[in-house]
């Protein structure tokens, strides 16, 4: 099975950044969209930002509007690492980031992912 490993979350106060990595192992993420999602303590999981496989050229897609020129995706082949680069980070961005994979496509809703890590707690706060 594809395993992923999120790792970079932390502590920072409102309007600082942080930058989170997805790092897959056992296999390449050459077919594989990454999702990035979040939950907050009561709330749904939300989709935030996603990107395509590889030979699927590589597509973003942001689900969460409010992210929208705040939050990037990117993406480091040589690593088989996904980027979740936030700026401007608010109180409400605080959550659990989850970094996900399903076959090729981005999908913006969590049951349509196969793979999962175990999160990266983020805390903004003053």
């Known amino acids: 099975q594809l395993q992923l490993v999120e790792s970079g979350g932390g502590l920072v106060q409102p309007g600082g950044s942080l930058r989170l990595s997805c790092t897959a192992s056992?296999?390449?993420?050459?077919?594989?969209?990454i999702g990035w999602f979040r939950q907050a303590p009561g709330k749904e999981r939300e989709g935030v930002l996603c990107i395509s496989s590889i030979s699927s050229s590589d597509k973003r897609t942001n689900y969460a509007d409010s992210v929208k020129g705040r939050f990037t995706i990117s993406r480091d082949n040589a690593k088989n690492t996904v980027y979740l680069q936030m700026n401007s980070l608010k109180p409400e961005d605080t959550a659990i980031y989850y970094c996900?994979?399903?076959?090729?496509?981005?999908?913006?809703?969590?049951?349509?992912?196969?793979?999962w890590g175990q999160g990266t707690q983020v805390t903004v706060s003053s």
């Open positions: 996900a994979a399903r076959w090729n496509y981005c999908s913006g809703y969590p049951n349509e992912y196969n793979y």
């Open positions: 056992r296999y390449t993420l050459d077919y594989y969209a």
